[in-house]
């Protein structure tokens, strides 16, 4: 059973960062590709970034350049979403999500991280 | 960046109804388009995937149709459990995009 457990909820200040963790079970990292999606209270899904498995490069969405690094940890199957210079407008429950057939569509999701940034 | 409209927004329907949710795309996208159902304070549950294909374990009222830059989710008979947002997802270009969702609400 593929299990992606996120970390706990966070509270910053405006213009901190946050890491966000996604830790994989029952799979092996090496054989994923772990998107972030997040949403804001109320509003829709927003993909951030994420490995594509087609070009072999991690590909970041144009609004999150520059603010955000998604890196992976295969000896703890771990990846890990960093998020800098945050702002109230970034209060949201950010998502790992993956396909196990390397498809960028999502079968299988994390919990949500939920970030609150409020000084 | 590839722009997914979802139409309606809201949509309001009763048990038993049949219900079609529309997502245009602002360029083609073949068929690769995604579906997604998701409930207050749930994760999204993958329905669809390429269009039309249904995800394992998803009930059969679910089907999508489309190809290019205009699809559709139809639920044949929507049940009580059926009351959500769903979205739609392109993933022909990465810099994967959402729609807006739509909320099934009960008449």
């Known amino acids: 059973q593929v299990q992606l457990v996120q970390s706990g909820a966070e509270v910053k200040k405006p213009g901190a960062s946050v890491k966000v963790s996604c830790k994989v079970s029952g799979y092996s990292l090496t054989k994923l590709s772990i998107n972030w999606v997040r949403q804001a209270p109320g509003k829709g899904l927003e993909w951030m970034g994420g490995?594509?498995?087609?070009?072999?490069?991690?590909i970041y969405a144009q609004e999150f350049q520059g603010r955000v690094t998604m890196t992976e940890d295969t000896t703890t199957d771990t990846a890990y979403m960093e998020l800098s210079g945050l702002r109230s407008e970034d209060t949201a429950m950010y998502f790992c999500a993956t396909n196990l057939q390397l498809a960028s569509y999502f079968d299988h999701w994390g919990r949500g991280t939920l970030v609150t940034v409020s000084s | 960046d590839i722009r997914m409209t979802q139409s309606p927004s809201t949509l309001s329907a009763s048990v038993g109804d049949r219900v079609t949710i529309t997502c245009r795309a602002s360029?083609?996208?073949?068929?690769?388009l995604a579906w997604y159902q998701q409930k207050p304070g749930k994760t999204p549950n993958l329905l669809i995937y390429k269009a039309s294909s249904l995800e394992s374990g998803v009930p059969s009222r679910f089907s999508g149709s489309g190809s290019g830059t205009e699809f559709t989710l139809t639920i044949s008979s929507l049940q009580p459990d059926d009351f959500a947002t769903y979205y739609c997802?392109?993933?022909?270009?990465?810099?994967?995009?959402f729609g807006g969702g739509t909320k099934v609400e009960i008449k």
């Open positions: 360029q083609s996208i073949s068929d690769w």
């Open positions: 490995f594509d498995p087609e070009d072999d490069e991690k």
């Open positions: 997802q392109q993933y022909d270009v990465y810099s994967l995009t």
